[in-house]
């Protein structure tokens, strides 16, 4: 069974920094694409960025880009999202996604990151 | 960048009855050279992540109910559900992935309730 279990979530001040992690399990995680998408309170879905199976190609929305950075260890099955500079807009609940070729097929339950002094 | 944008915002249907939900590309996502629109449908419930629906425009996920069908090409495209059940209520999302590189994104979501 395909599970993807999001955690690292919390409460952070504004201009703060927060490492997200996926643990990845039911399938081979070295072979696929892995997302993250965000949802704010009552909103609805972004996706915020996404990465290869080797780590080689990234890829982010406009509004992270050079504030948030994803990786994944495929020796580990978990993906990561670093979060630095962190802003009130940046409040969401954030999901781990796996990538195929008709979209997203599984997605973790979310964390959620409250940016707020 | 692609923009997604579904119409209605919300919408209230009656139990059995039909309900149709758009969505609209700002550039086509019919690649030619497999001729598949990259475009999916996603429901959401309260509480609940994503769930998958549809994708290639019209491909029903497995286990999916017959009732949710997807149409369109190119630009358009409509989710219907034939006859609506109670457990029908949530928010539905369009998506294109067909983006290079692989940025997603998603339309804004339309909340179906019971009229």
């Known amino acids: 069974e395909v599970q993807l279990v999001e955690s690292g979530g919390g409460l952070v001040q504004p201009g703060g920094s927060l490492r997200l992690s996926c643990a990845a399990s039911?399938?081979?995680?070295?072979?696929?694409?892995m997302s993250w998408v965000r949802q704010a309170p009552g909103k609805g879905l972004e996706w915020v960025a996404n990465?290869?199976?080797?780590?080689?190609?990234?890829y982010y929305v406009d509004s992270v880009k050079g504030r948030f950075t994803i990786s994944r260890d495929n020796a580990k099955n978990s993906l990561y999202l670093q979060m630095n500079s962190l802003r009130a807009e940046d409040t969401a609940v954030y999901y781990c996604?796996?990538?195929?070729?008709?979209?997203?097929?599984?997605w973790g339950q979310g964390t959620l990151v409250t940016v707020s002094s | 960048d692609i923009v997604m944008t579904q119409s209605p915002d919300s919408l209230a249907v009656s139990l059995g009855e039909r309900a149709t939900i758009n969505c609209k590309s700002s550039?086509?996502?019919?690649?030619?050279?497999?001729?598949?629109?990259?475009l999916a449908w996603y429901q959401q419930k309260p509480g609940q992540p994503p769930k998958l629906l549809i994708y290639?425009?019209?491909t029903r996920e497995s286990g999916v109910p017959d009732r949710f069908s997807g149409s369109g090409s190119g630009t358009d495209f409509t989710l219907t559900i034939s006859s609506l059940q109670a457990e029908d209520v949530a928010v539905y999302y369009c998506?294109?992935?067909?983006?290079?590189?692989?940025?997603?994104?998603f339309g804004q979501g339309t909340k179906l309730e019971i009229k």
């Open positions: 996604a796996r990538d195929v070729d008709q979209g997203n097929d599984y």
């Open positions: 039911g399938f081979t995680f070295s072979s696929y694409w």
């Open positions: 990465i290869k199976q080797d780590g080689s190609e990234k």
């Open positions: 550039q086509s996502v019919l690649y030619s050279s497999n001729n598949k629109n990259y």
């Open positions: 290639w425009a019209s």
């Open positions: 998506q294109q992935y067909y983006s290079t590189p692989y940025m997603y994104s």
